[in-house]
């Protein structure tokens, strides 16, 4: 895990299953899995036709609140509007966060709730693909309902 800049979660993934309850679209697949070290539960829709997943396979996934790139120029047009950093991503010579994983979404967290036995529940819409992630509530400090997180992952 680091809070590091936007950055609230890094970790690594275990793709435990893919669509555990039955396929329901073409395009998208369901992933469960587990976080190695962070004892988080993960559910998540990724659109497999542009971003294949395997079962067995470890990726690593961050949630941040902006792209920005900590050590971005303050006078960038996103760094004092972090909601806007997508509008910028690929002009110029600016880094984002986004530049260092393969599959990206920005979306909102819609429910946040207890999860009973010191966990809490975070659910995320990333324009109707979904992400479910359950566990001790020290690594969503920070975190509340119609937030912005854009998830970023990459095969570890």
């Known amino acids: 895990m680091s809070a590091k800049g936007a950055v609230f979660l890094r970790e690594t993934l275990h793709v435990d299953a893919l669509d555990k309850d039955g396929k329901k679209f073409d395009r998208v697949s369901r992933i ?67 530049d260092d994983y393969d ?22 819409s990333y324009g109707g693909l979904l992400m479910s992630i359950e566990g001790p509530p020290r690594y969503f400090s920070g975190v509340s309902k119609g937030q912005t997180v854009y998830l970023m992952m990459r095969k570890a």
């Open 32 to 98: 469960s899995g587990r976080t190695k070290d962070s004892d988080l539960d993960v559910s998540i829709d990724v659109n497999t036709e542009i971003y294949p997943v395997k079962p067995g396979d470890d990726y690593s996934l961050a949630l941040a609140h902006s792209l920005v790139a900590a050590g971005s120029s303050s006078g960038s047009s996103y760094a004092s509007d972090p909601s806007q950093a997508w509008r910028d991503v690929g002009k110029g010579d600016r880094k984002t966060l986004a």
């Open 103 to 124: 599959y990206v979404m920005g979306g909102r967290v819609f429910k946040f709730e207890d999860a009973g036995k010191d966990r809490v529940s975070l659910l995320i």
